[in-house]
């Protein structure tokens, strides 16, 4: 089945910092979302992106869709206490069609030290 | 802004009970996804639905039937429930079925 393989599994980095994570596939995907997690709750949608090559921003979050569609990474810049969660990426096979599931990443912990 | 309402929010059920998991989307919203997620495991998808008819198909146990209603709203059916099933259950909801997935809060099921 298709995998997504996310990295790294966990950061541990202090306030202020810049993170980068990244999520790769063996299968070509028509979507990648960026979700993060708190414990417990459900996952929240950061970025969207649908074409590949697309750069998108939202706020401190930067996010792109790669260019061969089988990879895609998250940036955070500055970070802060409360940037702490669980972040996926998941990523959509087929642009309509007959599938339209989600296919959720390994996850990446992340911790901020203030 | 109105987000995915999933009930009950927390459920325990004995072994071999049944339960039933309610979805209400997205007002406008036309698909339904439903995600397991084991504890420090990502959400694993089960099933979805486009417009009221199953659209894709996942890692759903044959004990499991979900079902999208004239409302939108989707019910996810769980019987002879197994120690195995306790996780925490997602529903998300997009419109049509190429945009983003917004997700729900989620129904933490514990079977004991």
């Known amino acids: 089945g298709q995998q997504l393989n996310q990295s790294p599994q966990s950061m541990f980095i202090q306030e202020g910092e810049d993170v980068s994570m990244n999520c790769t596939s063996s299968?070509?995907?028509?979507?990648w979302l960026w979700y993060k997690q708190d414990p417990g709750e459900g996952p929240v949608l950061l970025i969207a992106l649908y074409k590949a090559g697309e750069l998108t921003s939202n706020g401190r979050l930067t996010a792109q869709f790669g260019i061969t569609r089988k990879d895609s990474f998250l940036n955070i810049s500055a970070s802060i206490p409360s940037d702490v969660g669980i972040y996926f990426c998941?990523?959509?096979?087929?642009?309509?069609?007959?599938?339209?599931?989600?296919?959720f990443g390994t996850g990446t912990l992340l911790a901020v030290q203030p | 802004a109105a987000g995915v309402i999933q009930s009950p929010r927390h459920l325990i059920k004995e072994k071999r009970e049944t339960a039933t998991l309610k979805c209400y989307p997205i007002p406008r919203h036309d698909t339904v996804y439903w995600y397991q997620q084991g504890p420090g495991q990502d959400p694993q998808f089960l099933i979805s639905?486009?417009?009221?008819?199953?659209?894709d198909k996942g890692s759903i146990p044959d004990r499991f039937s979900a079902q999208q209603f004239s409302d939108y709203h989707s019910e996810l059916n769980m019987s002879s429930l197994e120690l195995g099933d306790s996780a925490l259950y997602f529903c998300a909801s997009s419109l049509g079925r190429v945009t983003e997935a917004f997700f729900g809060q989620g129904t933490r099921l514990t079977v004991v």
């Open positions: 639905f486009y417009e009221k008819m199953q659209s």
């Open positions: 998941a990523g959509r096979l087929n642009y309509g069609g007959a599938t339209n599931k989600l296919i």
């Open positions: 299968s070509i995907f028509n979507t």
